[in-house]
Nanobody, 124 residues
Framework: VQLQASGGGLVQPGGSLRLSCAASGFSLDNYGVGWFRQAPGKEREGVSLITSYDGSTYYVDSVKGRFTISRDNAKNTVYLLMDTLKPEDTATYYC??????????????????WGRGTLVTVSS
């Protein structure tokens, strides 16, 4: 049973990256999947969530209009497309799963299974 985030790298300000969160050993169909990020010296921050029951999406204000979360159940993968990247988006990005319902999607404590992170660096 594994959850693996990938797709990070070095990108210039204004550039784009697409992160992938792939599950193996279990199906993501019944889980909400969230993306979080953590910069050095800062707390882990909820970035986005996509629900399992209706595909609703949620974003932290700082990424609204720039990031898009999506899921492909056939590939058992959730994506985070990040456009117009800024230096302040630099962080290690993690994906995690939670049950179908919750109260605070941005709260890491609602998530019960985490993958290893992928580093995103936005710099010229």
């Amino acid at each position: 049973v594994q959850l693996q985030a990938s797709g990070g790298g070095l990108v210039q300000p204004g550039g784009s990256l697409r992160l992938s969160c792939a599950a193996s050993g279990f199906s993501l169909d019944n889980y909400g999947v969230g993306w979080f990020r953590q910069a050095p010296g800062k707390e882990r921050e909820g970035v986005s969530l996509i629900t399992s029951y209706d595909g609703s999406t949620y974003y932290v204000d700082s990424v609204k209009g720039r990031f898009t979360i999506s899921r492909d159940n056939a590939k058992n993968t959730v994506y985070l497309l990040m456009d117009t990247l800024k230096p302040e988006d630099t962080a290690t990005y993690y994906c995690a799963t939670r049950g179908p319902y919750g109260r605070s999607w941005w709260d890491p404590r609602e998530y019960n299974f985490w993958g290893r992170g992928t580093l995103v660096t936005v710099s010229s």
